[in-house]
């Protein structure tokens, strides 16, 4: 077939016409580019029809955008748009995503491929008027243009996302774009955010006040718990203050225990001492001076023990009654014996306070003071070991992050025609699938 209109089968002037098909068909002759040709004929020559429809001011055209999370399990969304009409007649419905011809490069890595089914509402899944989709992946619209009576409908869309790994990422595209043409990025950039932001959806006077109501009671309920922080930073200064006042006051105790005790020793040494020299046998009364009862009872420091230098010079002595044997005789002059010796203690000589040994009489000693444990990354004999290597994460196993912005207009003769977006109320809704009218996801009937 050539330029110009079609000439086969049914063209204008063939012999197929006659005057009841051209007066049911309401067609004219001419050179118009007006033509009619069998679907047989259609088929043999055409793949793909692009259709455009010219709308005048006897059409309304409504339209709602949003932006919604694509899972990479395929299937209808919970989104989805109500529209109602008023009055009968021809309605078109395009479901559309964003241009991303004004801001090359920041598309991002997804592709999307739209579809939606048209519904009654209420109807069940799987029951529905009409059914499209585009003619090949990656579609920028899908329309259809049915006859409708008045009555709500339900535009359910559909997303098949597909991620290619090999586009490059925003960061990277900004970054050369900034040091090579900053001005064409603010463009493109701008574009990006206008484009965008007509995936933000306006609340409604109700759920602006449902919102602002959640946002009261988060603010009080934070207000509430910073009350109870400080409550209770109050109530732990407190305890610790009362924990230190007890501590300095039990260190006091013991320090006015041990200073009575080392009082009490030292008096009971002096009267030990005192004991001692009062029971000192006497000189004979031959004997010239004190010199020579005292020769009588002087040790001999110049041996190995050395008792005059270990106690300071002054040496108990025994009574001849002390300790001493029955056969003994009487008048047998007391036998001085080294401290070190018989290995008893020195009775003369003080108790150390609790605070030599850090303890107390009570408990005694404290226990020994371990070092802390080396830590578990170090190896006895290896040294130590390093932190474990984490591979990077493969290019095809990052994360699923696929976002479309999508809209539906509808074009109407019915000045009274309206939609609205009607979303999940929670993550837990939104995760429900419908795939080609069956329910998706192991837990559904």
Avoid at 82 to 95: N, Q, R, S
Wanted: hydrophobic share 30%.
């Amino acid at each position: 077939m050539g330029m110009g209109e079609w000439n086969g089968a049914w063209s204008d002037g063939s012999k197929e016409w006659n005057a009841y098909w051209l007066e049911k068909l309401d067609h004219r002759f001419g050179n118009d580019g007006l033509f009619w040709m069998s679907y047989d004929d259609l088929c043999k020559r055409f793949d793909l029809l692009d259709r455009t429809r010219l709308f005048d001011n006897e059409w309304t055209v409504v339209q709602s955008w949003t932006s919604v999370s694509v899972a990479w399990v395929t299937g209808y969304l919970n989104t989805k748009f109500v529209i109602e009409i008023k009055k009968a007649g021809p309605t078109v419905f395009v479901l559309s995503q964003l241009d991303d011809r004004y801001f090359r490069g920041l598309n991002g890595k997804y592709n999307f491929d739209l579809h939606f089914v048209l519904q009654e509402e209420g109807a069940s899944s799987g029951d529905h008027i009409v059914r499209a989709r585009g003619a090949w992946f990656g579609n920028r619209s899908v329309s259809a243009e049915v006859t409708l009576q008045p009555g709500k409908y339900d535009i359910v869309p559909k997303v098949v996302a597909k991620r290619y790994s090999d586009e490059p990422d925003v960061y990277d595209v900004v970054t050369k774009v900034a040091d090579r043409n900053p001005q064409k990025l603010r463009q493109i950039g701008m574009n990006y955010d206008i484009a965008n932001a007509k995936g933000t959806v306006q609340l409604s006077a109700e759920e602006k006040k449902k919102k602002e109501e959640k946002k009261k009671a988060a603010e009080e309920k934070k207000k509430k718990e910073k009350e109870e922080a400080e409550k209770e930073k109050v109530e732990f200064e407190t305890w610790k203050k009362e924990k230190r006042e007890r501590e300095e006051k039990g260190k006091a105790g013991k320090e006015t225990v041990a200073g009575e005790d080392k009082k009490a020793d030292t008096t009971q040494d002096e009267s030990k001492t005192v004991d001692t020299k009062d029971n000192e046998p006497k000189p004979a009364s031959d004997q010239p001076n004190q010199e020579a009862a005292k020769d009588t009872t002087v040790v001999d420091t110049e041996g190995p023990n050395k008792a005059e230098e270990m106690t300071g010079g002054e040496i108990p002595l025994r009574s001849k009654n002390d300790h001493a044997p029955d056969d003994a005789p009487k008048d047998a002059p007391p036998s001085v014996k080294s401290p070190t010796a018989t290995g008893s203690a020195l009775a003369h000589l003080t108790r150390p306070p609790p605070s030599a040994y850090g303890g107390s009489f009570a408990s005694g000693p404290p226990s020994p003071v371990l070092p802390p444990p080396r830590p578990l990354y170090f190896a006895d004999d290896a040294g130590p070991v390093p932190p474990p290597v984490i591979p990077p994460v493969p290019e095809s196993e990052k994360k699923w992050n696929a976002i479309c912005v999508l809209g539906l207009r509808v074009y109407s003769q019915d000045p009274a025609v309206s939609i609205k977006l009607v979303k999940p109320k929670d993550d837990e809704e939104g995760a429900l699938l419908d795939v080609d009218g069956a329910q998706a996801g192991a837990t559904m009937a």
